[in-house]
């Protein structure tokens, strides 16, 4: 299978006891919706199939499992930071109107003040909020993503207006 034919849910975070198991971080919002039978593992370039003899999914976006043929700490440590993938067959329908902050990557951002500042390349999400990330006069400039500073979301355009709090951009300036 190719990276363009399948979908990036996490990554293995760490090793667990002596006997192979290891804890998968799901980065995707579904993760309670996948279909863990059999992952993909990102190695040299490479995704190189591991079919999951057990799974124990934890509420803190964590799962612990033991993949087949890794039955030792030896066995699963070189897997600790790979990057885990499923085939697009197996991403989870969406209702048409399921609209989520993380949709919005890849939307240009207005601000009342300051025009234009660039299209949101990252959205990273942090305990307390979600935080974008916008290539603004060649320096990162984060805000955060919340219903105080949002103005309006339009979808069909590709449009996030917002109203930055003053001072906020001329840091990046």
Known sequence: MEL????YIG???????????????FE????????LDV????????????????????PNRTAYLFLEDIDHI??????VRKKVFLPIGKMPKR?????????LKGFVVHDLTYGPLGEIFEIREYPQQYVASVTYKGSELLF?????????????????????????????Q
Do not use: M
């Not at 992952?39 to 934890?58: G, H, I, N």
């Not at 030896?74 to 897997?79: E, G, M, N, R, V």
């Not at 069909?156 to 906020?168: A, I, S, T």
């Open 74 to 79: 030896d066995k699963a440590q070189p897997l």
């Open 28 to 35: 995707f919002d579904d993760y309670e919706a996948l279909e």
């Open 39 to 58: 992952l993909f593992l990102e190695v040299d370039r490479k995704l190189v199939p591991f079919f999951v003899e057990s799974l124990k999914l934890q």
């Open 11 to 25: 990554y293995i975070s760490k090793t667990r006891g002596l006997k192979g198991e290891v804890q998968l971080f």
């Open 144 to 172: 955060p993503l919340n219903d105080e500073l949002i103005v309006s979301i339009d979808p069909d355009n590709r449009r996030l207006e917002v109203d930055l709090p003053e001072g906020l951009v001329d840091v990046y």
């Open 95 to 103: 209702q048409p109107g399921d609209f989520r902050i993380t949709d």
């Open 4 to 7: 363009t034919d399948s979908f």
